[in-house]
């Protein structure tokens, strides 16, 4: 019985037909190829995929009136690392409306607005539209014409340098997201449990 399965098992090896070195190339090339076109479809999609989260989390850009605003507004400022600008409007006269809030000198944090009108003219010496700032109003408060000249004349600094120009992030709609705690801000945690000796 052994000797049949041997002799059925050579039998069986020997129909196989010999694979030339020809043919086993192509196979490996083959298979190289697939492999190849595999590894390209799944880069491109995680590229695609990359690439759209990216566009979806990077801010949107606004203009250089509202970069100059906003370094106006941080200028003008108390504790200026405390400013957020949550909506801008732009008037049908072409000022520019910001809502902020800060926290002052006395630790009150409050929603005000900024009114700004930034305008280009064109330099005589250089023929490069220089931005000048004709109106700037912090909630009812009008900064005079001579702060203005003084701003004025720092608007050469700004064209060189570069803005935040990020785009405002709207405040919630609803009144659950817009709870503010300053508790959480404090670096003294107060237990009220606790009592001194």
Same mark, same amino acid.
């Given at each position: 019985?052994?000797?049949?399965?041997?002799?059925?098992?050579?039998? %069986?090896?020997?129909?196989?037909?010999?694979?030339?070195?020809?043919?086993?190339?192509?196979?490996?090339?083959?298979?190289?190829?697939?492999?190849?076109?595999? +590894?390209?479809?799944? !880069?491109?999609?995680?590229?695609?995929?990359?690439?759209?989260?990216?566009?979806?989390?990077?801010?949107?850009?606004?203009?250089?009136?509202?970069?100059?605003?906003?370094?106006?507004?941080?200028?003008?400022?108390?504790?200026?690392?405390?400013?957020?600008?949550?909506?801008?409007? %732009?008037? +049908?006269?072409?000022?520019?409306?910001?809502?902020?809030?800060?926290?002052?000198?006395?630790?009150?944090? +409050?929603?005000?607005?900024?009114?700004?009108?930034?305008?280009?003219?064109?330099?005589?010496?250089?023929?490069?539209?220089?931005? +000048?700032?004709?109106?700037?109003?912090?909630?009812?408060?009008?900064v005079g014409?001579?702060?203005?000249?003084?701003l004025n004349?720092?608007?050469?600094?700004?064209? !060189?340098?570069?803005?935040?120009?990020?785009?405002?992030?709207?405040?919630?709609?609803?009144?659950?997201?817009?709870?503010?705690?300053?508790?959480?801000?404090?670096?003294?945690? %107060?237990?009220?449990?606790?009592?001194?000796?």
């Open positions: 019985m052994d000797q049949k399965k041997e002799i059925a098992q050579q039998t %069986i090896i020997e129909d196989e037909p010999k694979i030339s070195l020809a043919e086993k190339l192509k196979k490996k090339k083959k298979h190289q190829r697939k492999k190849f076109i595999k +590894r390209s479809l799944l !880069a491109i999609i995680l590229l695609f995929f990359s690439y759209s989260t990216w566009f979806l989390f990077k801010p949107f850009k606004a203009s250089a009136e509202y970069g100059i605003c906003h370094t106006l507004l941080e200028l003008h400022i108390t504790y200026p690392y405390s400013l957020y600008v949550s909506e801008m409007k %732009i008037k +049908r006269d072409g000022a520019m409306k910001l809502w902020y809030t800060h926290t002052d000198a006395f630790g009150g944090y +409050r929603m005000e607005p900024f009114i700004c009108r930034v305008e280009f003219f064109p330099d005589p010496n250089t023929n490069v539209n220089l931005p +000048r700032v004709t109106e700037l109003k912090f909630n009812k408060v009008t014409p001579e702060q203005l000249a003084f004349n720092a608007m050469p600094y700004f064209v !060189a340098f570069p803005l935040v120009k990020n785009y405002p992030v709207p405040l919630p709609d609803s009144l659950a997201d817009l709870q503010f705690d300053p508790e959480s801000y404090r670096k003294i945690k %107060i237990d009220p449990e606790k009592k001194s000796h």
